[in-house]
């Protein structure tokens, strides 16, 4: 059974960081990408982050770039999310969600999801 387990999330105040990781045991990284997508109260969802199984590139949210950096350890079959700079519009629940490609940027329709982390940026 396929299981993504996200650690890291927590409150903190604007323009600090925190780092995210998502375990996943037993998980082939070469066989799917991974990646962070988050959801705010009231607001849709939105991919933040993910890097390609293919190739390892990389894809970043408009909104995040410069800010955010996502990284993998194979060896580890772990995956994560360094988050600097943080401002209140952040806050949110962050989901690791696996997927077999990426399209146009972005985690389109994972096959795979964490319970998700709570981000929370106070101002």
């Known amino acids: 059974e396929v299981q993504l387990v996200e650690s890291g999330g927590g409150l903190v105040q604007a323009g600090g960081s925190l780092r995210l990781a998502c375990a996943a045991p037993?998980?082939?990284?070469?066989?799917?990408?991974i990646g962070w997508i988050r959801q705010a109260p009231g607001k849709e969802r939105e991919g933040v982050s993910c890097?390609?199984?293919?190739?390892?590139?990389?894809y970043y949210a408009d909104s995040v770039k410069g800010r955010f950096t996502i990284s993998s350890d194979k060896a580890k079959n772990t995956v994560y999310l360094q988050m600097n700079n943080l401002t209140p519009e952040d806050t949110a629940v962050y989901y690791c969600?696996?997927?077999?490609?990426?399209?146009?940027?972005?985690?389109?329709?994972?096959?795979?999801w964490g319970q998700g982390t709570q981000v929370t940026v106070s101002s």
């Open positions: 969600a696996a997927d077999t490609m990426v399209v146009d940027g972005t985690l389109r329709s994972p096959d795979f």
């Open positions: 037993g998980f082939t990284f070469d066989e799917y990408s």
């Open positions: 890097i390609s199984s293919m190739d390892d590139r990389t």
